[in-house]
């Protein structure tokens, strides 16, 4: 530059800068406009475009193939180009080549013209930087395929986790534990039945991680696999939480709709078969069927009636001092205090039982 051109040049600046406007407020005014668009626009991407759902990282998942953000694809790309131990060389020297570059950048171009076609090598480098970057880019899209999702993508409510896990469980819990944890007769163990998982003992006893590990690594002693993929199992841990999730739904007091508690109440003559046995079924079999807690059963009618440490337990036509009727009202007796322990049945329910005894606990 001459001294003319920079004559020319100091003249146009101070003209600039006295037509200028200050960078507070106008200049922050114009940034804060510009963000305020770019956090709109990335909001509508979520709200209608939407962000895929994907399970969580998995360790122990070896089939998974790794592909970052678009914006770093070039990257991801050009490591594919440095063997073995070179990948770590390239990404330190790509990483201090670039910060050179833009510190250095002052320094390296100090030429005062500042239209591309006067900075024919400078503009070169920028072009040939900015098309190398798309050419990595969609070379990562073409040659990485997409990895396919390993195991269940579960929904955040707790609803949708207690519902995963129920499907989970019957798929793979239910043949040696029983439907809703009440224990099940081992396969060629003629009487064996597994301990049930669904009792208080168990339940409160053991933390959500202590059932976690048990399902993950399983109990090679007791004849239990390993569910967890990390010891070879089919499980992610998010679907592994899932069916923790859904056990835990057990011993949460269930609601009873109204109306049912209802029709409960207008049975005048209850029937063993159709009304007193199914809640048996439900409330009580998980202790007292193919395990017999207190040797009492509630598998049939007669073993109602006769089974039990401290048998009869139920007295017909006498609800009142029926040991069964005491214990439901949580009534402290020989046999034990409430029944179920934590989990009482609903008053509807008792009161339908004690009818029934009332009227002399018939096998009706």
Not at 267 to 279: G, H, L, Q
Not at 296 to 310: K, N, P
Not at 327 to 341: D, Q, V, Y
């Amino acid at each position: 530059m001459n001294e003319e051109e920079k004559k020319r040049y100091l003249e146009r600046y101070k003209e600039k800068k006295a037509d200028g406007e200050l960078f507070f407020p106008h200049a922050i005014a114009k940034d804060a406009v510009v963000s305020l668009g770019v956090f709109i626009l990335l909001l509508c991407l979520v709200v209608f475009v939407g962000i895929p759902e994907e399970p969580p990282a998995n360790p122990a998942d070896t089939s998974y193939i790794p592909r970052p953000e678009w914006y770093f694809l070039w990257a991801f790309q050009a490591l594919k180009y440095f063997p073995g131990q070179l990948e770590g060389v390239a990404i330190m020297g790509m990483g201090l080549l670039i910060a050179v570059g833009l510190f250095g950048l002052p320094f390296f171009d100090r030429n005062s013209r500042r239209h591309p076609r006067n900075r024919p090598v400078a503009t070169l480098s920028m072009i040939g930087i900015v098309v190398g970057l798309i050419f990595l880019t969609i070379q990562a899209v073409v040659t990485t395929p997409h990895s396919e999702a390993t195991g269940t993508i579960i929904g955040g409510t707790k609803e949708e986790r207690i519902q995963a896990g129920g499907e989970l469980y019957a798929q793979h819990c239910a043949e040696c534990h029983g439907e809703n944890g009440e224990g099940a007769e081992l396969k060629g163990k003629a009487g064996e039945v597994t301990d049930p998982l669904n009792s208080d003992d168990f339940l409160t006893g053991h933390f959500d991680d202590t059932i976690f590990q048990l399902i993950s690594y399983g109990q090679p002693g007791a004849g239990m696999q390993a569910f967890g993929l990390a010891y070879g199992g089919p499980l992610t841990d998010q679907e592994i939480n899932a069916i923790i999730a859904f056990m835990r739904a057990w011993a949460e007091p269930e609601e009873e709709p109204a109306e049912a508690l209802v029709d409960l109440a207008a049975i005048e003559n209850p029937s063993f078969a159709k009304d007193i046995k199914p809640i048996f079924d439900k409330k009580c079999a998980s202790c007292h069927s193919k395990r017999l807690k207190g040797g009492y059963s509630v598998a049939t009618y007669e073993l109602v009636m006769t089974s039990g440490d401290h048998a009869p337990v139920i007295i017909p036509g006498d609800a009142a001092n029926s040991i069964l009727a005491k214990m439901l009202r949580g009534i402290k007796t020989e046999a034990g205090g409430l029944m179920p322990p934590g989990r009482p049945l609903k008053q509807a329910q008792i009161e339908l039982i004690e009818r029934w005894i009332n009227q002399g606990a018939q096998n009706n």
